[in-house]
């Protein structure tokens, strides 16, 4: 019988299947990522019921999401922030878990260090406690978020309970124009099918601007796929994955290389595959996106204006007129040239060397706009001190941008990096929720490139070369 990617990874993972819908099937867990919010409390209940963790070769511990990302970041000054990260280095080094920390040189943002380390590999399956480990799946791995409780199973078992999830194939075809990248792409998916409509599914992203696509430009897609409602994400490994993947410090050496190799490239959905759903989009037209209300669905071409609320589906008309009410934008109104007052560069979307390498040609020999605060925080201490090799933090800094400590920063207001309330910015960062940046605060989502275009003119805009 045929099978898609999605069906290989899961049904060589099952210990035990069972045929009623009713009962998930029970899952090995070849890898568990872990940071200092969801998951050191899942190692007090190993300690509550005196079980020892299954097995610590298949954990690694950061710290990303509410960390400080000044310089002076060793002094954390909230003291539930405090809390958390003190508890994680406590738990990590009684178990004996591998933990990047500060100054360790891989330190930084979980979805980022795991494949720049070679950690994330093909084939594997990857929890976290954290709904965008959906980004993993970019190398062809079958990668979701868990609660803290499932996160206690996979310590104690390296196994969860799991409904065999449904699967659905996207298609992005056509070339993309130059100012157009990945995120626009995923933006328009979400705004195409909204925020549920790959409830329950796993998606297979495939076509030829897929496979055009670099592998940073893979784990933004593959990342935001939680946005429309998926499980997860993932792409089929080719020459590219395997090239990304060579020599990173925990990738296969050797003999060992050359068996992974081969596996990894056995893994693709077969020709006949089925799927649940599928979804086709030719990205030849597309254009630079950015979201006009609170979740990533409500998102629109650059230049468009925003929706008249009495023009959209009938089930879209509350949450469009509470989203305008909180945005302050009017029916109608151009997006291009809403004024600004923060824009943030970073995330587990797009912090990236790649990501910072883009907003750095953007505002190479240009100046932040004197009504906007910019932040750029790269995703990891690689990726800040590849920056600095290549000149960009120093372009970035000319130009009047704060250029920060690595960490989930402005993403998600759960650290000192928030927007101030009533105040507007655009970020390359995946959520758009009220609040999502700081109490009041609002967020508008985009690209690298629009993001850097947008700090230097002062409100919403394009980069155009």
Same mark, same amino acid.
């Given at each position: 019988? *045929?099978?898609?990617?999605?069906?290989?990874?899961?049904?060589?993972?099952?210990?035990?299947?069972?045929?009623?819908?009713?009962?998930?099937?029970?899952?090995?867990?070849?890898?568990?990522?872990?940071?200092?919010?969801?998951?050191?409390?899942?190692?007090? &209940?190993?300690?509550?019921?005196?079980?020892?963790? @299954?097995?610590?070769?298949?954990?690694?511990?950061?710290?990303?999401?509410?960390?400080?990302?000044?310089?002076?970041?060793?002094?954390?000054?909230?003291?539930?922030?405090? *809390?958390?990260?003190?508890?994680?280095?406590?738990?990590?080094?009684?178990?004996?878990?591998?933990?990047?920390?500060?100054?360790?040189?891989?330190?930084?943002?979980?979805?980022?260090?795991?494949?720049?380390?070679?950690?994330?590999?093909?084939?594997?399956?990857?929890?976290?406690?954290?709904?965008?480990?959906?980004? !993993?799946?970019?190398?062809?791995?079958?990668?979701?978020?868990? %609660? #803290?409780?499932?996160?206690?199973?996979?310590?104690?078992?390296?196994?969860? &309970?799991? !409904?065999?999830?449904? +699967?659905?194939?996207?298609?992005?075809? %056509?070339?993309?124009?130059?100012?157009?990248?990945?995120?626009?792409?995923?933006?328009?998916?979400?705004?195409?099918?909204?925020?549920?409509?790959?409830?329950?599914?796993?998606?297979?992203?495939?076509?030829?601007?897929?496979?055009?696509?670099?592998? $940073?430009?893979?784990?933004?897609?593959?990342?935001?796929?939680? $946005?429309?409602?998926?499980?997860?994400?993932?792409?089929?490994?080719?020459?590219?994955?395997?090239?990304?993947?060579?020599?990173?410090?925990?990738?296969?050496?050797?003999?060992?290389?050359?068996?992974?190799?081969?596996?990894?490239?056995?893994?693709?959905?077969?020709?006949?595959?089925?799927?649940?759903?599928?979804?086709?989009?030719?990205?030849?037209?597309?254009?630079?996106?950015?979201?006009?209300? #609170?979740?990533?669905?409500?998102?629109?071409?650059?230049?468009?204006?925003?929706?008249?609320?009495?023009?959209?589906?009938?089930?879209?008309?509350?949450?469009?007129?509470?989203?305008?009410?909180?945005?302050?934008?009017?029916?109608?109104?151009?997006?291009?040239?809403?004024?600004?007052?923060?824009?943030?560069?970073?995330?587990?979307?797009?912090?990236?060397?790649?990501?910072?390498?883009?907003? *750095?040609?953007?505002?190479?020999?240009?100046?932040?706009?004197?009504?906007?605060?910019?932040?750029?925080?790269? =995703?990891?201490?690689?990726?800040?001190?590849?920056?600095?090799?290549?000149?960009?933090?120093?372009? @970035?800094?000319?130009?009047?941008?704060?250029?920060?400590?690595?960490?989930?920063?402005?993403?998600?207001?759960?650290?000192?990096?928030?927007?101030?309330?009533?105040?507007?910015?655009?970020?390359?960062?995946?959520?758009? @929720?009220? =609040?999502?940046?700081?109490?009041?605060?609002?967020?508008?989502?985009?690209?690298?490139? +629009?993001?850097? *275009?947008?700090?230097?003119?002062?409100?919403? +805009?394009?980069?155009?070369?």
């Amino acid at each position: 019988m *045929a099978k898609n990617i999605i069906e290989k990874i899961w049904d060589s993972h099952v210990v035990t299947a069972n045929a009623e819908t009713s009962t998930p099937d029970i899952l090995v867990i070849d890898l568990m990522l872990m940071h200092e919010v969801t998951s050191a409390q899942a190692f007090t &209940l190993l300690k509550e019921r005196s079980i020892p963790l @299954f097995d610590k070769t298949r954990v690694v511990a950061t710290l990303d999401h509410a960390i400080p990302t000044r310089r002076n970041r060793f002094e954390i000054l909230d003291d539930s922030a405090r *809390a958390q990260v003190e508890t994680l280095r406590r738990f990590c080094k009684e178990f004996d878990v591998t933990l990047f920390d500060f100054d360790s040189g891989y330190q930084g943002i979980v979805h980022v260090i795991g494949p720049e380390l070679g950690i994330t590999q093909p084939g594997m399956t990857i929890v976290c406690g954290d709904s965008h480990t959906s980004t !993993h799946g970019a190398f062809g791995a079958l990668a979701f978020g868990i %609660g #803290t409780s499932e996160v206690g199973h996979v310590l104690a078992t390296g196994a969860l &309970l799991q !409904h065999k999830p449904k +699967t659905m194939r996207v298609r992005f075809d %056509g070339m993309m124009k130059p100012g157009v990248s990945a995120k626009d792409a995923i933006l328009k998916l979400i705004a195409e099918i909204g925020i549920s409509g790959a409830n329950g599914h796993v998606i297979e992203y495939c076509g030829s601007a897929v496979r055009a696509m670099t592998m $940073e430009e893979r784990m933004t897609i593959c990342n935001m796929s939680i $946005e429309c409602g998926a499980r997860g994400g993932l792409i089929s490994p080719d020459d590219v994955t395997i090239a990304y993947i060579k020599n990173r410090l925990y990738a296969p050496k050797d003999s060992d290389w050359e068996r992974a190799e081969a596996h990894w490239r056995s893994l693709s959905s077969d020709e006949a595959a089925s799927y649940d759903r599928e979804v086709a989009i030719d990205v030849t037209d597309l254009t630079p996106m950015v979201t006009w209300g #609170t979740n990533p669905e409500q998102a629109m071409p650059i230049s468009g204006l925003v929706p008249v609320v009495a023009n959209l589906p009938s089930t879209h008309r509350a949450v469009a007129e509470q989203a305008l009410a909180y945005t302050k934008l009017k029916e109608g109104q151009p997006m291009r040239g809403v004024s600004i007052q923060w824009a943030f560069i970073g995330s587990c979307t797009n912090g990236r060397i790649e990501d910072l390498r883009v907003a *750095a040609g953007v505002m190479k020999g240009r100046s932040v706009h004197p009504n906007v605060t910019l932040y750029v925080v790269p =995703g990891s201490e690689a990726v800040a001190a590849q920056a600095e090799r290549e000149g960009l933090r120093e372009i @970035f800094e000319s130009a009047g941008a704060h250029f920060r400590m690595p960490g989930c920063s402005m993403c998600l207001g759960m650290n000192d990096d928030k927007v101030p309330a009533g105040q507007r910015c655009v970020s390359t960062s995946n959520r758009n @929720f009220i =609040g999502r940046q700081g109490e009041g605060s609002i967020t508008h989502l985009a690209s690298p490139a +629009t993001v850097a *275009a947008s700090a230097v003119a002062g409100c919403i +805009t394009a980069y155009e070369e």
